[in-house]
């Protein structure tokens, strides 16, 4: 686990409470809980494989408090404590882990926003514990995945790299994201490296258990495993599908697909956006807007 104070200057007005959960093998994973009504089911977000709940915090002012949002850090990711059997970095574990934080803040329904590794992970809570699951939001993710995406995923994932600067770790992180949006300038980009970065001994560095990558290059190396049953049982729920114009991870033969599996699912492309939108783009938010009016008025 690593140590440090949450992200934000001494001025700064936390809109959410730190939450701890201990899962069943020990480990404490942390959340952010931003308020909301309790007429609706909470929305849960879901990272991706290098990221953190702070994905999510622009996200979570938009909805909250008209719904309560829940934010999670999956072990070995942000706040949340490493796991010193890196095999269990998986998606299996990180369902059943949300699994145990649901029963442990006696929730009974979610809304599921999952980005990329989210997205998967809310496909295997849906077919575990379909009851669980309201509506869901898979965000440039799906069953079918493009092997140049998860090659460049694999060309950085697990590099512990030191940066001197923001500005440094804000060229590296636009490198890993193939510079896209191309519409971000150098303010944008050390946002987003302050997202996915801490400082720690002087330096900057990426905020997660280098430890992720072993499972991750194993998994892209081995025969692909059929997940197209998996994304069924999320097919079933109200479902929303958003895809980056230019994502190289998820195509748009694969979102059609999807879409014929899943036929009364909604679908929005997000403008100038790769792999992954960080669902504040107008696009991704006018959508969700809508869909959640849908399901949960």
Not at 102 to 131: C, F, H, Y
Not at 159 to 175: C, G, H, N, Q
Not at 239 to 268: H, N, T, Y
Request: proline share 6%.
């Amino acid at each position: 686990m690593r140590h440090g104070p949450a992200m934000g200057g001494p001025g700064h007005r936390q809109s959410y409470r730190d939450g701890l959960v201990t899962v069943a093998d020990g480990l404490r994973l942390h959340y952010r809980d931003y308020p909301g009504t309790s007429d609706r089911p909470p929305i849960l977000c879901l990272h991706g494989l290098t990221r953190n709940a702070r994905d999510f915090a622009d996200f979570a002012k938009q909805f909250s408090p008209r719904f309560r949002v829940i934010a999670l850090d999956f072990r070995g990711r942000g706040e949340s404590e490493f796991d010193p059997q890196p095999e269990r970095y998986n998606p299996l574990t990180y369902a059943g882990d949300l699994r145990q934080l649901l029963d442990e803040l006696g929730i009974a329904q979610v809304i599921v926003v999952g980005t990329s590794l989210g997205g998967i992970v809310a496909m295997i809570l849906a077919a575990l514990a379909p009851q669980r699951i309201a509506a869901a939001v898979l965000n440039d993710v799906g069953p079918q995945l493009e092997q140049k995406g998860l090659d460049r995923i694999q060309s950085y994932v697990g590099k512990d790299l030191r940066f001197k600067s923001w500005e440094e770790a804000a060229a590296a992180i636009a490198v890993n994201n193939a510079g896209l949006p191309a519409s971000y300038g150098q303010s944008d980009w050390v946002r987003a490296a302050r997202r996915v970065c801490r400082e720690q001994d002087g330096a900057i560095r990426y905020d997660y258990d280098m430890a992720i990558a072993n499972v991750f290059n194993s998994v892209s190396a081995a025969p692909k495993y059929d997940m197209w049953p998996v994304f069924g049982a999320l097919a079933a729920k109200p479902l929303l599908i958003v895809r980056g114009e230019k994502s190289d991870l998820l195509s748009a033969g694969a979102l059609d697909r999807m879409m014929a599996q899943a036929p009364s699912a909604q679908a929005v492309t997000v403008a100038g956006a790769g792999h992954a939108p960080t669902l504040t783009e107008p696009d991704a938010l006018l959508a969700i807007d809508a869909f959640l009016s849908e399901v949960a008025p």
